[in-house]
């Protein structure tokens, strides 16, 4: 039961800090930024082996 007590507001802020990130945007800048990452990765990776 202690151990529950003690993780309960952490679990709480972090929800919370999700929260505003979402409001302010930067989750979906995220999602932009690693959708356009993933996108490269796989070209880069389909000319690392003439690259090389």
Request: aromatic share 8%; charged share 10%; no cysteine.
């Given at each position: 039961?202690?151990?529950?007590?003690?993780?309960?507001?952490?679990?709480?802020?972090?929800?919370?800090?999700?929260?505003?990130l979402?409001?302010m945007?930067?989750?979906?800048?995220l999602?932009?930024?690693?959708?356009?990452?993933?996108a490269q990765?796989?070209?880069?990776?389909?000319?690392a082996?003439?690259?090389?």
């Amino acid at each position: 039961m202690v151990v529950f007590v003690q993780i309960l507001p952490l679990v709480a802020g972090l929800f919370l800090l999700i929260e505003a990130l979402t409001k302010m945007g930067v989750t979906r800048w995220l999602t932009i930024l690693l959708n356009a990452g993933a996108a490269q990765s796989a070209n880069r990776t389909a000319w690392a082996p003439i690259l090389r």
